[in-house]
């Protein structure tokens, strides 16, 4: 089985989180059955930017992102090289270490 490990996180996660996780499964789904309330405004279409994580170990085994998910990503908050939406980052056989940004963007409420 593949861990997903989180980082620690002000809000979602303090002391961070070693999960495990089937591949198949989005980060965001792991994350979320799990107790770690990533926002996802769009439930998880790939329609905003709010589940934007950053995977700091790992993101080479995770399939590219398409051009939806890379325009999006172009408005996210402290976009990196190696962002990705969660609810599109699908796990394979390699483990992932993911970043919550501090802060997310949901365009929608806030009238981007």
Request: glycine share 6%; proline share 4%.
């Amino acid at each position: 089985m593949t861990q997903i490990i989180f980082l620690p996180h002000e809000e979602l996660c303090p002391d961070g989180a070693v999960l495990e996780a089937q591949p198949g499964e989005s980060v965001l789904n792991v994350a979320l059955k799990n107790g770690i309330g990533i926002e996802h405004a769009c439930e998880k279409v790939c329609a905003c930017t709010t589940c934007h994580v950053i995977v700091r170990e790992g993101f080479d085994s995770l399939d590219e992102g398409d051009e939806l998910e890379e325009d999006l990503l172009d408005k996210a908050w402290g976009l990196e090289a190696e962002s990705r939406l969660s609810c599109q980052a699908i796990v394979k056989d390699e483990d992932l270490v993911i970043e919550i940004p501090k802060y997310t963007l949901n365009h929608a409420a806030e009238d981007h």
